[in-house]
């Protein structure tokens, strides 16, 4: 019996051995086929890569041309505008131009009649305050005019443009004009200096009266030929600021525009505005009178009255709207 014992575990033992051999080839077969198939898939991740990055290389290229071609095309719009935009400044010189010349053909009887007519309309009624000021007026100095405008007003205000053209070849003839001006009113209530952007000559006094002193006339007079601020050539702002502040339905004022041109901006649109702001009382009156004084700079330089034909053409509507008056002071060639 100990022998048969003998034979069963032997034969058992060869069986598992057999067992375990079999399952680790098994495991080695499976290494070895994975193995062999690694590279392909590798390669053919590599391949869907490269077509990937090809897709997106040529969306980018499509991109890159649409976007030239947008270029192209904003810079074609930006050429056609500025085209368009040369286009309408020779228009309005051309219409500048045959305004100018209908102006200079008007017969000179005419002229003056009108003239007469308008300053005879411009003309207030003098309060008793003015009435007792203007006794002790210089004898040399006409009753109710200087250089043709009414200075029948207790408040002046004055809006001058500082533009370079004006300073560089009118303002001896700017300082001049005031001092005149100032001459004949030999005291006034308050009075006030801003350019045509609306910046007061003097910054303590913005927005409020300057009161009427000897020392204050001769302050202005000293503080005008240094005064250099930036000017855009046109009196709007100027005067909405003064109708702005400074209008009161007790007080008569009014407002001295001095300057040599009008460079931008839209004649009917500057008329519109002022008319709004300077509304009529219930008398028919305007809340201030504007006159204008006009400075032939450009003809003293060039010989062409053309460019300042804007200047007189919007200042004449809107002196005449607003109870002033438009002078046109000589040109130096005439004197």
């Known amino acids: 019996m100990r022998k048969k014992k003998r034979r069963v575990i032997e034969t058992l033992s060869l069986s598992f051995l057999d067992s375990i051999s079999c399952g680790f080839g098994a495991i080695i077969l499976l290494l070895v086929i994975t193995k062999l198939f690694e590279p392909i898939r590798l390669e053919e ?24 071609r947008v270029q192209r095309e904003r810079i074609t719009s930006v050429e056609t505008v500025d085209e368009d935009r040369i286009q309408i400044a020779e228009l309005q010189r051309e219409l500048t131009r045959i305004r100018s010349a209908l102006l200079d053909r008007q017969d000179d009887a005419t002229l003056a009649d009108e003239l ?51 300073r560089q070849y009118a303002w001896d003839r700017v300082q001049q004009q005031i001092s005149e001006t100032l001459d004949v ?15 007061y000559l003097f910054r303590s006094y913005r927005r409020d009266w300057i009161p009427d002193t000897p020392g204050r006339r001769q302050a202005i007079i000293d503080a005008l030929p240094n005064w250099n601020a ?26 001295y525009v001095y300057s040599d041109d009008f460079a931008q901006g839209s004649i009917n649109g500057v008329v519109r505005e002022v008319d709004r702001r300077n509304r009529l009382d219930a008398e028919g009156n305007r809340r201030v009178r504007i006159h204008a004084v006009a400075f032939p700079v450009y003809y003293d330089v060039t010989g062409d009255l053309l460019t300042a034909a804007r200047f007189a053409t919007l ?10 008056t438009f002078v046109a002071l000589p040109s130096r060639r005439d004197i």
């Open 230 to 255: 930036f000017s855009d050539s046109s009196p709007r702002e100027g005067i909405l600021e003064a109708i702005e502040t400074f209008y009161d339905p007790d007080k008569k004022v009014s407002i």
């Open 45 to 68: 991740s590599n391949q869907e890569l490269d077509g990937l990055l090809a897709r997106y290389e040529q969306e980018i290229n499509e991109i890159l041309g649409e976007t030239e």
């Open 315 to 324: 200042m004449r509507v809107l002196c005449q709207r607003n109870g002033g």
């Open 185 to 199: 009113y030999p005291t006034v209530k308050g009075m006030q200096i801003l350019n045509d952007e609306g910046t």
């Open 116 to 166: 007469a007519g308008r300053l005879a309309a411009a003309k207030q009624s003098l309060t008793a305050e003015m009435e007792r000021l203007l006794v002790d007026r210089p004898p040399n100095i006409d009753d109710n005019a200087i250089g043709g405008v009414p200075v029948d007003s207790e408040y002046i205000i004055f809006v001058i443009d500082t533009s370079g053209s004006m």
